[in-house]
């Protein structure tokens, strides 16, 4: 089996590159940038283009059986940024992996595409996967329109595409909201690989979440193709909340895109 994934040296891509190392699997790993050498143990070939040149993405997609894309603008950015790289490149991965017959595709969706709900929202068993949009920034809104894109591939031409609205992907919470939206690496690749084992994938939204006691995105999504998550974050509370619990009446910990909801438009984050 060969496993494209677009944006492989980015933050999350490094996380799950060794976690996705299976024998029998070749990792097809792709960046903009210039990426660490092999390990002793990993089938790996390495794959220097942008997701926005189509003739590279083409070549990237020969032979694939499946595409990981992780690839773009991972934060806020300007407009023309943004439009080119996450909204044209993911046009630009999906067609190349049409054309090539690639089956399926997981496409690296964001909570920032739904950033607008709050907890009042969530009802008792939380915010469904499948929420409508509520982007919070022009970020929010390319991963609203990478998901539109995968539903039209999907209904258009039978490709079977997933799309993983991730929280906090991190090595640790690293704050008191990730103590909620905490995908931890490990539960990462768990998601992933009931993605690529799932029978009839269709087209589904899915929330990329650890089994967090402080979550408020319910996991029934995930769990309908076999994701069931480990993690949690409560063992991260304590060095978190630093002694006292957290004002939930906060606007960066009441509303979905936290501190998002707030940034500019279009300004450059880092």
């Given at each position: 089996?060969?496993?494209?994934?677009?944006?492989a040296?980015?933050?999350?891509g490094?996380?799950?590159?060794?976690r996705l190392?299976?024998p029998?699997?070749t990792?097809?790993?792709?960046?903009?940038?210039?990426?660490e050498?092999?390990?002793?143990?990993?089938?790996?070939?390495?794959v220097?283009?942008?997701?926005?040149?189509?003739?590279?993405?083409?070549?990237?997609?020969?032979?694939?059986?499946a595409?990981?894309?992780?690839?773009?603008?991972?934060?806020?950015?300007?407009?023309?940024?943004i439009?080119?790289?996450?909204?044209?490149?993911?046009?630009t991965?999906?067609?190349?992996?049409?054309?090539?017959g690639?089956?399926?595709?997981?496409l690296?969706?964001?909570?920032?595409?739904?950033?607008?709900?709050t907890?009042?929202?969530a009802?008792?068993d939380?915010?469904?996967?499948?929420?409508?949009?509520?982007p919070?920034?022009?970020?929010?809104?390319?991963?609203?329109?990478?998901?539109?894109l995968?539903?039209?591939?999907?209904?258009?031409?039978g490709?079977?595409v997933l799309?993983?609205?991730?929280?906090?992907?991190?090595?640790k919470?690293?704050?008191?909201?990730?103590?909620?939206?905490?995908?931890?690496p490990?539960?990462?690749?768990?998601l992933v690989?009931?993605?690529l084992?799932?029978?009839?994938?269709?087209?589904?939204?899915i929330?990329?979440i650890?089994?967090?006691?402080?979550r408020?995105?319910?996991?029934?999504?995930?769990e309908?193709?076999?994701?069931?998550?480990?993690d949690?974050?409560?063992?991260y509370?304590?060095?978190?909340?630093v002694?006292?619990?957290?004002?939930?009446d906060?606007p960066?910990?009441?509303?979905?895109?936290?501190?998002?909801?707030?940034?500019?438009?279009?300004?450059?984050?880092q």
């Open positions: 089996m060969i496993l494209l994934v677009t944006g040296n980015g933050g999350i490094r996380l799950l590159r060794p190392a299976r029998g699997r990792l097809r790993l792709l960046d903009i940038a210039s990426q050498p092999v390990g002793p143990h990993e089938d790996v070939e390495l220097t283009a942008s997701v926005t040149d189509p003739d590279a993405m083409a070549a990237a997609c020969a032979g694939v059986d595409v990981l894309h992780l690839g773009g603008y991972s934060m806020e950015a300007p407009w023309p940024d439009l080119s790289v996450n909204v044209d490149g993911t046009r991965v999906l067609e190349a992996a049409r054309h090539a690639v089956p399926r595709v997981i690296a969706s964001s909570n920032h595409a739904v950033g607008y709900y907890r009042a929202d009802g008792p939380g915010i469904p996967a499948d929420a409508p949009a509520r919070d920034t022009y970020y929010g809104f390319s991963k609203v329109a990478m998901e539109a995968g539903s039209l591939y999907h209904e258009r031409y490709m079977g799309c993983l609205r991730i929280g906090t992907c991190l090595a919470p690293g704050s008191v909201r990730g103590l909620s939206t905490w995908l931890s490990d539960d990462g690749a768990r690989e009931a993605c084992a799932v029978p009839e994938p269709g087209f589904r939204l929330w990329g650890s089994r967090n006691t402080r408020w995105w319910s996991l029934a999504a995930g309908e193709i076999g994701y069931h998550p480990v949690d974050s409560e063992v509370a304590a060095e978190s909340l002694g006292s619990e957290p004002d939930l906060d960066v910990l009441n509303v979905l895109g936290g501190p998002f909801c707030t940034v500019p438009l279009g300004s450059r984050m």
